[in-house]
C-alpha cells in the first residue's frame, strides 16, 4: 500500500500540534507502507519527502489564495512522485485546512480515496477571520467540501467527533472515526540520572527559570484558542513564590500579540517569577523546561486534543485544563491533573459565558495544583504512565491503518 500524506507543516518547519502528529505518524507508518509526504515550506532533502513554495504570482496574495496555489502543486506532485502507473499512490491523507483542498482535488484527479483528519474545524475558529480577512470564507470553503466529500473522516477525540458532526451534518457518522493523537513516549521523559537533571537545570537557568521554586509551565501558540490571556489575569491569584513560565510564540495577528505582552507588562509589574521564552525550543530544552516545572496549564477554550497535554504528561507534569473538546479525554481529573469547569458561549468563538468567573476558577484550581508539590508529583507519575498506556504511536498507527483498509477494500 502506497499512501501519500498532505500537510503544511512538516520538519525542520513544524508550529503546532498537526505537524508534530504528520512527522510522528509518517515515522511510523513507514514500518508497514510506502509513504510519501507533501509539505508546505520548500524543497526536503529527506527521501520520500517533496515540498512546495507558494507559485511566484500568488507570493503576495491573501494567505488563504498562497495556500490553494500551494495544493495545487501538490496535487500534482502526487502524481509524479511515483514515476511509473506501478507505483501510484493509492490513498491520500490530508491533515488541516491548508492541505484538505490538495486530498479532496487529489482524490478526483487521481481516482483514489481521500482521508481526513481533523485537528481543528474552521466553523469554531471564527477569529481566524482577524488573520485572513476574506480568505476565511475559502479555507471554510476547503475545509466543508473536503469534509463532506472524504471517503473517511479521522477525529482526535470523541469531542471533535461531535463537532464534526454538528459542525458538518450532511457527512454519515459511519465515516467519522476517532483516532487519538499519540505521544513519542522515548523523546518525552522525565532525567532519569543526575546528570540529566544536572543538564535540565541548566537549561532552565539559562531561559530565565529558576529550577528551585514551584513553576506553573504553558506551551503554545499565541492564538485566541489557546486561552493565554485567561492565563495570565489568572495567574494573579498565584501564591508569589509560584513562577509562570510561558512557551509561547507565533502569534496569530498583532493584535493578539499585543493584547498578550500588555497582559505580561501588567503582571510582571505586580509580581516576579514571571519568564516569558518567544523562540521555539527544541525538545530537549522544551523537555528541560517541562521536567523543573511542577504542574502544566492549558487554558484553552478550544482544543481538540492537545498534544502538549500529553507531551507534559509524558514527562511528569500533571495537567490544569480547561474542561472543553477533548481535553477530558487526556486528563484523568483528580488522578493525572484538573479540569476547569467552563460555560462557553455558542457561537463558535468559545468564549466564556462569564471570563471573569473562568478565571477566577482556573486561578483557583492552579493554586490548589501547586500548594502541594508532592501530590503534584505523585500525580506526574499517574499521568506519564497514563500516555505509555493509551497514547503510543503504535497504537494510533495500527488504528489509522484500519481507517485506510476500510475504504480501500
Given amino acids: 500500500m502506497r499512501v501519500d500524506l498532505l500537510t503544511r507543516e512538516y520538519p525542520p518547519h513544524v508550529y503546532g500540534g498537526a505537524g508534530v502528529h504528520v512527522a510522528e505518524l509518517a515515522a511510523v ?12 515550506d520548500g524543497a526536503r532533502d529527506e527521501p520520500g519527502v517533496t515540498g512546495y513554495d ?7 496574495a491573501n494567505p488563504a489564495l498562497a495556500t490553494f496555489g500551494v495544493d495545487l502543486a501538490i496535487v500534482d506532485g502526487v502524481g509524479r512522485a511515483g514515476g511509473d502507473a506501478g507505483d501510484a499512490t493509492d490513498l491520500v491523507h490530508s491533515h488541516t485546512w491548508y492541505a484538505n483542498l490538495a486530498g479532496h482535488l487529489a482524490s478526483l484527479l487521481h481516482g483514489v480515496p481521500h482521508v481526513v483528519s481533523a485537528h481543528s474545524l ?41 463537532d464534526i458532526l454538528r459542525c458538518y451534518p450532511a457527512i454519515d457518522p459511519g465515516r467519522v472515526h476517532v483516532v487519538h493523537n499519540g505521544i513519542d513516549l522515548a523523546g518525552w521523559r522525565r532525567p532519569g540520572t543526575e546528570d540529566e537533571w544536572d543538564a535540565a537545570r541548566d537549561v532552565a537557568r539559562a531561559n530565565g527559570i529558576d529550577p528551585d521554586r514551584p513553576a506553573v509551565v504553558f506551551v503554545g501558540r499565541i492564538t485566541r484558542q489557546k486561552g493565554l490571556p485567561y492565563l495570565l489575569r489568572a495567574a494573579e491569584q498565584l501564591p508569589p513564590e509560584v513562577q509562570l513560565v510561558l512557551c509561547a510564540g507565533a502569534p496569530d495577528t498583532p493584535e493578539i500579540l499585543a493584547e498578550v505582552t500588555g497582559l505580561v507588562e501588567q503582571l510582571r509589574a505586580r509580581r516576579d517569577g514571571v519568564v516569558w521564552i518567544e523562540r521555539m525550543l527544541p525538545r530537549d530544552e522544551l523537555v ?16 481538540p486534543l492537545g498534544i502538549v497535554n500529553l507531551e507534559a504528561m509524558a514527562v511528569g507534569l500533571p495537567v490544569v485544563g480547561t474542561a472543553t473538546g477533548g481535553i477530558p479525554e487526556v486528563v484523568d481529573a483528580g488522578r493525572t491533573g ?20 473562568f478565571v477566577a476558577d482556573l486561578g483557583a484550581t492552579l493554586t490548589e ?21 493509551h497514547f503510543s504511536w503504535d497504537a494510533v498507527a495500527e488504528r489509522t491503518l484500519e481507517v485506510y483498509r476500510s475504504v480501500l477494500r
Fill in 29 to 40: 507508518l513507514r514500518r508497514s507502507v510506502d509513504v510519501r509526504v507533501h509539505c508546505f
Fill in 122 to 162: 474552521e466553523p469554531l475558529r471564527p477569529w481566524k477571520a482577524e488573520q485572513l480577512g476574506g480568505g476565511y470564507a475559502l479555507s471554510s470553503w476547503a475545509e466543508r467540501t473536503a469534509f463532506e466529500s472524504a471517503a473517511a473522516v479521522i477525529a482526535v477525540s470523541a469531542g471533535m467527533r461531535a
Fill in 369 to 389: 495544583a501547586v500548594s502541594d508539590v508532592e501530590r503534584a508529583r505523585a500525580w506526574g507519575v499517574a499521568a506519564r504512565q497514563r500516555v505509555e498506556d
Fill in 338 to 357: 484538573w479540569l476547569v469547569p467552563i460555560d462557553q458561549v455558542q457561537d463558535g468563538t468559545g468564549t466564556p459565558v462569564d471570563p471573569d468567573a
Fill in 54 to 60: 507558494v507559485p511566484g504570482p500568488l507570493a503576495d
Fill in 288 to 303: 528541560a523546561v517541562l521536567a523543573t516545572g511542577t504542574v502544566f496549564a492549558c487554558p484553552s477554550v478550544y482544543e
